[in-house]
């Protein structure tokens, strides 16, 4: 179902007939990206002021706040500085020009090394983090993060909590990206996000791509291998990740951008160590929900709980992600955050020939459990394009599986992604598509109109509708059972009300959630006492259907009388 001026389609209205929508040859399927000494990537202060201040959600009354201070170096020789050497505080309030308040926190400096003959080797600057408590949700804080003691502290910024977690309450806008890099595309893609306005980020993995680069910098490839086929390793030029944290800046200082690993941030060094960088820039809220790792955690953004998983982490039944999720899934309460989300780098519901079937190991061993729980709606990147599927399971077209959403299209060096796996010769072989991370499941498929091989020779039934351009989404929670969610292209920046893809997601407690957690669906006691409460709780869902469907009247009556 397509839409239209007056009418947005919901998954109610589902399972939609595919639709492609095919790349346009008159936009171009990337671009290089920006030197360092583009203005957006350029270093900008001075001395010890903090720089690259970008913020993340540790609860729903606790907020990181991250920095850097200093010079990185770069070259065959480095020595990192005393990451002691300057304070880590942040000074905050309610009112501008007041802060009464201050926290303290951690700093810590990397280094980035190669033990082979000319690579250079890099230590950063001095990262800061600092976990601001006892912040009341709803409210508005201003701050300066920096060492008053230099003194060197930054300018002013503000942030907003979110609304404490609640069916009722909900951030106004969620922006969602992946592989967003820093060409010029990636410059629309931010351009076109901030116009509309978000209240945080969700960054589905691959960041920088600064491991599209030699250790000595130069000019970026799009495909590694291909430029530098005699590189004993896979080289990365540190300095992009800095220039990445000055580009976000003027949005991560105000709103909460929460990351997740892709494999451009595995960066192999010295030693078998790995994402050293992506492990040591970014505050995330793994503690605060139980996890050992930085590489999957929980966090609730009003009525929403988010899940952040690891596919380039040991994602097996029997492994310690897979123990925590499970823990994480069991504690949440769907009567306080109805929504569920869920979001990793790779995707494993894919009709485009790259990274085709690439993590069919990864959906074997988890899809089930966050089918059994009802997860509502899973985000991912790694394909260098746009595609929505319909609510699907186990590759069956299933009304209480999740709606999976590809949003690899950011704009990043390697460009965009334009053959399908159904499209005549482009099918992949079984020696494609090998993780960088895991085992290999590919299979061909055992029942259906592609029963017996390996690809569909049309598009997938499970695939609603793709589109080979740059964008980014946003989603838009409207009450315990409905959310907006629109995919806006980057070409479409300056048409007023422009849209690539947009739909109602509808959950539907009274039909998915009837055997979860062993027909208790709203995961509270089983106590004889509960049976008043899932009384008032069914009514409730009904109100609240009722008002989403008031909710889209209401929007446009306008248009329609």
């Known amino acids: 179902m397509a839409v239209t001026e007056s009418h947005i389609p919901t998954t109610l209205d589902g399972p939609f007939d595919p639709v492609t929508r095919r790349f346009n040859p008159s936009l171009r399927r990337g671009s290089d990206d920006l030197p360092m000494t583009d203005p957006r990537l350029r270093k900008n202060v001075t001395s010890n002021f903090p720089e690259q201040i970008a913020l993340a959600i540790s609860s729903p009354t606790s907020m990181w706040v991250s920095w850097v201070t200093g010079d990185a170096q770069i070259g065959l020789n480095v020595t990192p500085v005393d990451p002691t050497s300057v304070g880590s505080e942040v000074w905050y309030g309610k009112e501008s020009g007041k802060y009464p308040s201050v926290g303290k926190g951690d700093s810590v400096v990397y280094s980035q090394l190669y033990p082979f003959e000319g690579l250079w080797n890099y230590t950063s600057g001095i990262i800061h983090h600092v976990k601001l408590q006892g912040l009341e949700p709803g409210t508005r804080y201003y701050y300066k993060c920096g060492d008053s003691s230099i003194p060197a502290m930054s300018q002013e910024h503000y942030f907003e909590t979110f609304p404490k977690p609640s069916p009722n309450n909900y951030p106004a806008r969620i922006a969602v990206i992946g592989d967003l890099g820093l060409t010029s595309n990636s410059t629309s893609t931010i351009d076109h996000l901030t116009y ?19 250790t000595t910098g130069g000019k970026g490839a799009s495909c590694f291998s291909c430029a530098f086929p005699d590189a004993p390793i896979r080289e990365t030029y540190q300095p992009r990740w800095d220039g990445w944290g000055r580009f976000m800046e003027p949005l991560t200082s105000e709103i909460p951008m929460m990351v997740i690993e892709g494999n451009h941030e595995i960066e192999p060094q010295a030693g078998g160590i790995t994402f050293k960088s992506y492990l040591t820039r970014f505050a995330v809220p793994a503690e605060e929900s139980g996890s050992k790792s930085k590489f999957y955690y929980s966090f609730d953004a009003g009525g929403i709980h988010f899940i952040m998983l690891g596919a380039y982490v040991d994602y097996n039944s029997t492994g310690a992600q897979f123990a925590w999720l499970k823990q994480d899934l069991q504690r949440i309460d769907r009567s306080v955050t109805p929504w569920l989300v869920a979001a990793w780098h790779s995707p ?51 009304p209480c599986g999740p709606v999976y959403i590809t949003v690899g299209d950011g704009g990043n060096i390697e460009k965009v992604d334009v053959d399908h796996a159904d499209d005549p010769g482009k099918c992949p072989s079984a020696g494609d598509n090998i993780p960088e991370f895991g085992g290999v499941c590919h299979f061909n498929f055992s029942s259906g109109p592609a029963k017996g091989n390996f690809c569909w020779n049309k598009q997938p039934v499970w695939s609603a509708f793709r589109e080979s351009s740059f964008g980014h989404g946003i989603l838009e929670v409207v009450n315990s059972t409905y959310a907006l969610w629109t995919w806006h292209r980057n070409q479409d920046n300056y048409k007023e009300n422009a849209v690539g893809d947009q739909i109602y997601i509808v959950r539907q407690p009274e039909l998915c959630m009837k055997d979860y957690k062993s027909n208790d669906p709203y995961n509270r006691s089983t106590k004889s006492s509960s049976a008043p409460s899932h009384l008032s709780q069914d009514v409730s869902v009904i109100i609240s259907q009722l008002l989403g469907v008031l909710f889209i009247y209401g929007l446009y009556s306008q248009k329609l009388f």
């Not at 960041?207 to 680069?213: E, F, G, H, V």
């Not at 260098?384 to 399971?393: F, I, Q």
């Open 196 to 214: 509309n306005d978000p209240s945080m980020i969700l960054m589905v993995g691959d960041l920088t791509y600064a491991n599209q680069y030699l």
């Open 348 to 398: 494993w519901y894919n009709s485009y020939a790259s990274h085709y079937q690439e993590f069919e190991c990864m959906r074997l061993e988890m899809e089930e459990l966050l089918y059994q729980y009802r997860v509502d709606i899973v985000f991912n990147g790694h394909v260098h394009a746009y595609e929505r599927m319909n609510r699907v399971y186990n590759y069956t077209l299933d």
